[in-house]
């Protein structure tokens, strides 16, 4: 998998060091020298001086080989156009925008750039941690309409000891994968349930509360 | 006077957006001029009739109290070529103006942004251009 960033800043230094440490080949585009040299010296990713708009530099950072493109900078109508220019003159399959101004998360995706909007998602995950202390991660997907929960099961849950097979959930609502003592378990129909396990749940908007209740216990 | 004047968003304020928007206003239009910073407007001379919103028109709530979903047309001369793009973009995909021109200052993303339909004007093509002909005038 080879991978373009383009911005700079903890974000793309963090992001970075997650993508080399899975062996992904990453190269990076930093417009500031001063920048580009450090990065270059803590990373161990190729890092180019340049502006990542410039089709030039696309083209020396090997976007016609790529797979994905990731803009980050601050500046929402570089990441725009750094998006466009990757996929219209190089035909780069995955290219994603940072959408610093969440308004145009949408404006980006309706001009045909996958988007995502920082505010939005750290915003929701403040509020949905800060309302039910059992969820520890909440991952929306496609603006909401799929949301990806991780939950803690307590001993208050209603449905400690039972079998997947006896516990009524709502409909639009899957139990993806439990996570017990840090090992994954796919789940079947004959797993229980125990105090401790975490489960990542996979629910519609409508299928959202009545599933977290249904695990969860009344949490009033 | 004209009676029916155009309504025109022009976007970036500098010399050849004030220069723009200045004749378009005395030649009857009704013209709204966008720039980042208010020190853009001294440019915008007396003759100027219309209204200066000072904003970021990369955020789309200043492009919608420009109106822009009413304009007719839509120029972007800021300095930033991808504020030009981008906003060109939002106005033709998002608010409908039947009329976008952007300034772009390097030829090569002229040829991507055609294929989006975005009308660009290339002030480094354009003068490239008026150079060959001078020179092939005196020959």
Redesign the interface.
């Given at each position: 998998m080879k991978v373009i960033l383009v911005g700079g800043d903890k974000t793309l230094y963090f992001l970075c060091r997650n993508f080399t440490s899975k062996g992904y080949e990453v190269v990076v585009i930093n417009r500031e020298q001063k920048e580009a040299v450090q990065l270059s010296r803590q990373l161990s990713a190729v890092v180019l001086c340049g502006d990542g708009s410039d089709p030039e530099i696309l083209a020396e950072a090997g976007a016609r080989s790529a797979d994905a493109i990731l803009a980050i900078t601050p500046n929402d109508q570089d990441n725009l156009i750094i998006c466009q220019l990757a996929s219209l003159q190089f035909g780069v399959p995955r290219c994603v925008a940072l959408a610093n101004d969440p308004d145009n998360a949408e404006i980006f995706e309706m001009l045909g750039v996958t988007a995502f909007s920082t505010t939005d998602i750290v915003g929701s995950l403040i509020e949905q941690r800060a309302s039910l202390e059992q969820i520890t991660n909440l991952l929306p997907i496609s603006g909401g309409k799929v949301n990806v929960t991780e939950i803690v099961l307590d001993n208050k849950s209603p449905v400690i000891g039972q079998s997947l097979k006896d516990i009524r959930l709502p409909e639009g609502t899957l139990i993806g994968v439990l996570i017990r003592d840090n090992q994954p378990i796919i789940p079947r129909g004959a797993t229980q349930l125990l105090d401790g396990d975490h489960i990542v749940l996979i629910t519609l908007p409508d299928s959202h509360g009545p599933a977290l209740k249904a695990l969860l216990g009344d949490t009033e | 006077m004209k009676k029916t004047g155009l309504y025109i968003v022009i976007v970036g304020c500098g010399r050849l957006g004030a220069h723009l928007a200045n004749r378009l206003s005395s030649e009857g239009h009704s013209v709204v001029a966008i720039d980042l910073s208010e020190s853009a407007f001294p440019g915008l001379s007396a003759d100027f009739s219309g209204f200066r919103i000072e904003g970021d028109a990369?955020?789309?709530?200043v492009l919608r109290e420009a109106k822009v979903h009413k304009a007719d047309v839509l120029i972007a001369t800021t300095h930033?070529?991808?504020?030009n793009?981008?906003?060109a973009?939002?106005a033709k995909?998002?608010f409908n103006t039947p009329k976008v021109l952007a300034r772009v200052f390097?030829p090569?993303?002229e040829?991507?942004y055609a294929?989006?339909g975005i009308r660009t004007i290339c002030p480094t093509s354009v003068a490239a251009g008026l150079f060959f002909d001078a020179i092939s005038e005196d020959e």
């Open positions: - | 990369t955020q789309t709530a930033d070529d991808n504020v793009l981008m906003v973009q939002v995909k998002i390097d090569r993303r040829t991507a294929q989006l």
